[in-house]
């Protein structure tokens, strides 16, 4: 980490926050390029307006891919059944003996 510039330091913790503020349970390349999107006098993104990247479409890009990972509380309320019962399917076409639910 000593090697590290401060403001990707920070962009790492910013990062580490955005997944625990989401209850991710880990840290995605989604979650640090969302940070260093969006960290105070960074580079990244004048860097990628420059070379014409749609900064803003990058941004909600990376929040909807964020938006799809599950969560263990998501996971939680919507219960394990649902899980035990696709598993059961798969295992049924593939003639498996799997779990039954």
């Given at each position: 980490?000593?090697?590290?510039?401060?403001?990707?330091?920070?962009?790492?913790?910013?990062?580490?926050?955005?997944?625990?503020?989401?209850?991710?349970?880990?840290?995605?390349?989604?979650?640090?390029?969302?940070?260093?999107?969006?960290?105070?006098?960074?580079?990244?993104?004048?860097?990628?307006?420059?070379?014409?990247?749609?900064?803003?479409?990058?941004?909600?890009?990376?929040?909807?891919?964020?938006?799809?990972?599950?969560?263990?509380?998501?996971?939680?309320?919507?219960?394990?059944?649902?899980?035990?019962?696709?598993?059961?399917?798969?295992a049924e076409n593939r003639r498996d003996l799997g779990i039954r639910a």
């Open positions: 980490m000593d090697k590290l510039t401060s403001r990707f330091q920070q962009a790492l913790a910013d990062a580490q926050s955005l997944a625990v503020g989401r209850d991710h349970q880990f840290m995605e390349h989604a979650h640090v390029l969302l940070a260093l999107l969006d960290g105070q006098g960074g580079s990244v993104r004048p860097l990628l307006l420059k070379a014409g990247v749609n900064v803003n479409k990058l941004r909600s890009d990376l929040e909807a891919q964020l938006d799809r990972l599950r969560s263990p509380r998501a996971i939680a309320r919507k219960g394990l059944r649902p899980l035990v019962i696709q598993h059961d399917a798969r």
